[in-house]
C-alpha cells in the first residue's frame, strides 16, 4: 500500500517556521540580512551603513591588496574552477603548497585542506572513528563536530561546557565502552568566546588514554605569539593529538584543515569522505588562504593578533561599563587574562534578544543572534565579534549606539540581565 507520509510534511509544520512567519511580519527575522558591500568595520547593508560587529574577519584581511592579488594570480592561472576531487583532477600546486605552509605553521608533521572547516571536521571526525569508538565532546562545540560525530557512528557522550569533573566521569564511562576514545573540544567557543581550559584536558585525555583533538576555528591567527591558537597560547601544541582549523575566519577565505601525524593525515587522504567526494577548493580561495596565511606568519603577524585582542578587550569592558552581561575575560594559568573577538552579550529569553538585535540594526549596529540550537534554551545572546581594522572612533560610535538602545529598550520591555 503506498505510504501516507509525506515527507514534506515537517517543512509545514515545524515549530520555527510559525515562528519565522510571525518574526517576518514585522522584519524582525535577523538572519539572510542582505550585504552590499566587502566585510570591513562599516559595510553597506540593506541601504544603508552600518557598522559591522558581527563577521569573523578578525584580521580584517578580506580588503588586504595582497590577498585580493593572490586570488586574481589564482584565478588567472587556474581558471574560477578546478571541477572535480583532490583525489582525481581537483589538486593544484597551491593546494600543496597550503597544506606544507600550515603545517610548518602549527608545528605539526602534516597538514590536510579540505574544501570548507565543516568538512574537515566532518572529514577528520567521521574517519578516524567508527562505530566500536567513544567521543566525548563539551555541549558548546560546533555543529560540525556533531555532524561529524554522526558520520562516525561512534558513541557520543557529551560534558557540559567547561565542566572538567563531567568530562572525567564521561571519560570513566567510555572506559567500559570497549573501543577507542577522542576528545573534541573548541578552542575558542563559537558563541561563548571563551578559551577552552586545554592543559586540564590534556592531562585528563592523557590519564584516560584518549586522543585530544581541538577546533582551531577561532584561535587561529589570533591567540599565541605565533598567532597558531588556544593551543599555542595555553603551551599545549605537543599535547594535541589533532588540530583543526578553518579559512573563513582570521585566513579571509573558505576552506579547512586538519593537522597532525602524518600517518593519520595520510590516511584521511585515502579514506576521508568529505575530502574524497566533493570538489576541492577553487583557486580563489587557495590562493587568498595562502596569501593570508603567510601575513600572519610575517612579522606584520604580531601586531595583527595584538590589535583585534585590544578591540576585543575595549569592547568588552565597554559594553560591560553600559550595563550590560559580558561573557567575562578568561582567566589563563598564568594569572593573566584574555578576551577573545567573540564578545556575547547575554539576554537570555530569544523574543527579548530579538527585539534588541533589531533595535540596534535600525540604530546601525550588525551583530548576529544566537538562539537555541546554537546556545542552550533560554540562552539567546547577542554575538558581538571584532576585526583587528576596527578603529576605535568606529568602536565607540558602536557603544553609544549601545547605550542608547538600552536606555529606549529598557523604557519599554524591562531591564536587561547585569553584568554578573
Ligand atoms: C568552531 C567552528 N568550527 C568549524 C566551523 C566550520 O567552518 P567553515 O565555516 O569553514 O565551514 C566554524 C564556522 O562557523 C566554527 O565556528
Same mark, same amino acid.
Given at each position: 500500500m503506498p505510504t501516507t507520509i509525506d515527507v514534506f510534511e515537517k517543512a509545514r509544520t515545524h515549530e520555527r517556521v510559525a515562528q519565522l512567519h510571525a518574526a517576518g511580519e514585522v522584519d524582525l527575522i535577523p538572519y539572510f540580512r542582505r550585504l552590499e558591500? &566587502? =566585510?570591513?568595520?562599516v559595510v553597506e547593508m540593506e541601504g544603508r551603513a552600518r557598522i559591522m560587529?558581527?563577521?569573523?574577519?578578525y584580521l580584517g584581511l578580506t580588503s588586504d591588496p595582497r590577498v585580493l592579488q593572490a586570488a586574481h594570480d589564482a584565478i588567472d592561472r587556474?581558471? @574560477? /574552477?578546478? =571541477?572535480?576531487s583532490r583525489l582525481l583532477n581537483g589538486t593544484l600546486d597551491i593546494h600543496l603548497e597550503l597544506e606544507a605552509e600550515l603545517a610548518d605553521w602549527l608545528g605539526t608533521e602534516a597538514a590536510i585542506v579540505y574544501t570548507t572547516g565543516h568538512h574537515a571536521n566532518l572529514g577528520a571526525i567521521g574517519t578516524i572513528l567508527g562505530p566500536g569508538d567513544t567521543v566525548i565532546v563539551d555541549s558548546g562545540d560546533h555543529a560540525s563536530i556533531l555532524d561529524g560525530v554522526l558520520l562516525s557512528r561512534a558513541k557520543m557522550r557529551p560534558f557540559r561546557h567547561n565542566r572538567l569533573d563531567l568530562l572525567e566521569r564521561r571519560l570513566q564511562q567510555a572506559e567500559s565502552d570497549g573501543g577507542g576514545v577522542l576528545v573534541v573540544v573548541d /578552542?575558542?567557543? @563559537?558563541?561563548?568566546?571563551d578559551v577552552a581550559p586545554l592543559h586540564e584536558i590534556a592531562d585528563l585525555s592523557e590519564r584516560y588514554g584518549a586522543r585530544l583533538m581541538v577546533d582551531e576555528a577561532h584561535g587561529? /591567527?589570533?591567540?599565541g605569539a605565533r598567532g597558531a591558537g588556544a593551543s599555542e597560547l595555553l603551551g599545549v601544541e605537543d599535547r594535541v593529538d589533532l588540530r583543526m582549523a578553518t579559512? @573563513?575566519?582570521?585566513? &579571509?577565505s573558505c576552506g579547512g584543515v586538519i593537522a597532525g601525524p602524518a600517518d593519520v593525515i595520510d590516511f584521511l587522504r585515502i579514506q576521508s569522505r568529505p575530502f574524497l567526494f566533493t570538489a576541492s577548493g577553487v583557486p580563489a580561495a587557495v590562493g587568498s588562504a595562502l596569501a593570508a596565511t603567510r601575513i600572519c606568519r610575517s612579522d606584520e603577524g604580531p601586531a595583527l593578533f595584538a590589535s583585534v585582542l585590544d578591540n576585543a578587550s575595549y569592547l568588552n569592558r565597554g559594553l560591560h561599563a553600559l550595563g550590560f552581561h559580558v561573557v567575562e575575560p578568561t582567566a589563563l594559568p598564568d594569572g593573566t587574562t584574555v578576551t577573545t573577538p567573540v564578545v556575547p552579550v547575554l539576554v537570555g529569553d530569544d523574543w527579548r534578544a530579538a527585539f534588541l538585535w533589531k533595535a540596534l540594526y535600525d540604530a546601525g549596529v550588525f551583530v548576529n543572534l544566537a538562539l537555541h540550537p546554537a546556545v542552550p534554551p533560554g540562552g539567546a545572546l547577542l554575538r558581538t565579534s571584532v576585526m583587528a581594522t576596527h578603529e576605535r572612533a568606529t568602536l565607540d560610535e558602536a557603544l553609544a549606539t549601545f547605550e542608547r538602545v538600552k536606555r529606549d529598550f529598557e523604557a519599554e520591555h524591562g531591564p536587561l540581565p547585569s553584568p554578573a
Open positions: 558591500s &566587502a =566585510t570591513a568595520p560587529l558581527g563577521s569573523n574577519n587556474y581558471g @574560477s /574552477g578546478v =571541477t572535480g /578552542g575558542v567557543f @563559537s558563541m561563548e568566546g587561529l /591567527g589570533v591567540l579559512f @573563513s575566519k582570521s585566513l &579571509a
